[in-house]
Nanobody, 127 residues
Framework: QLRLVESGGALVQAGGSLRLTCSVS????????IGWFRQAPGKEREAVSC???????????YYKDSAKGRFTISRDNANNTVYLQMKGLKPEGTAVYYC?????????????????WGQGTQVTVSS
């Protein structure tokens, strides 16, 4: 079983930056791809970016179109932590951001989800 804890959400002005942190623990953590998803009020949850498992060296990061060029996902394998660096934030980025894990490729995780997720962290972007 995987346990994920998100942190780093905050109120930020449009155009600002924020880094979210996902701390991952549990059995076989190294075999799980980890991704960031978000859910805005009244909308369905959507994928933002996903990164491959520690053991999947050839599995590259995957970004949804809305995140390309502005967001960067990274993984600190020594500390079982996944980050989402966000720049150029927009008001439409206001949402609860969740990290989610699953034993699959990064691109698949972003499409179908992983089955394990945290409690979320609130990001609010003011205009």
């Amino acid at each position: 079983q995987l346990r994920l804890v998100e942190s780093g959400g905050a109120l930020v002005q449009a155009g600002g930056s924020l880094r979210l942190t996902c701390s991952v623990s549990g059995r076989s953590v190294e075999h799980y791809a980890i991704g960031w998803f978000r859910q805005a009020p009244g909308k369905e949850r959507e994928a933002v970016s996903c990164i491959g498992a520690k053991v999947a060296i050839a599995d590259s990061a995957y970004y949804k179109d809305s995140a390309k060029g502005r967001f960067t996902i990274s993984r600190d394998n020594a500390n079982n932590t996944v980050y989402l660096q966000m720049k150029g934030l927009k008001p439409e980025g206001t949402a609860v951001y969740y990290c989610e894990g699953g034993p699959r490729r990064a691109s698949e995780l972003c499409i179908v989800g992983g089955g394990y997720w945290g409690q979320g962290t609130q990001v609010t972007v003011s205009s």
